[in-house]
């Protein structure tokens, strides 16, 4: 079982920015697959970005630019770096992990870009 636990979402202006951090509990966070996932209110979960076991990153087109994932697999800990918000990267942000087949959910922080 993977624990996922989310920081650092919360109000941010427009072009601001902030930094998501999922840290995951275990020994194996090195080889899953970690991804970050956004759901806005009425609408479906969406991929935002993910990020191999051999650091590959694979980003939705309207954040290509200015969202980055990195992983740190010292920490067991994913980040998202999102620049230039806007109004419509409102959503609850959560973060997955993919191993041995299980897919591993955090339960979402909150990121409100509003003026």
């Known amino acids: 079982q993977v624990q996922l636990v989310e920081s650092g979402g919360g109000l941010v202006q427009p072009g601001g920015s902030l930094r998501l951090s999922c840290a995951a509990s275990?020994?194996?966070?090195?080889?899953?697959?970690m991804g970050w996932y956004r759901q806005a209110p009425g609408k479906q979960r969406e991929m935002v970005a993910t990020?191999?076991?051999?650091?590959?990153?694979n980003y939705r087109d309207s954040v290509k630019g200015r969202f980055t994932i990195s992983r740190d697999n010292a920490k067991n800990t994913v980040y998202l770096q999102m620049n230039s918000l806007k109004p419509e990267d409102t959503a609850v942000y959560y973060c997955k992990a993919v191993g041995f087949g299980v897919d591993y959910w955090g339960k979402g922080t909150l990121v409100t870009v509003s003026s």
């Open positions: 275990g020994s194996a966070f090195r080889i899953y697959t």
């Open positions: 990020v191999s076991s051999g650091r590959t990153a």
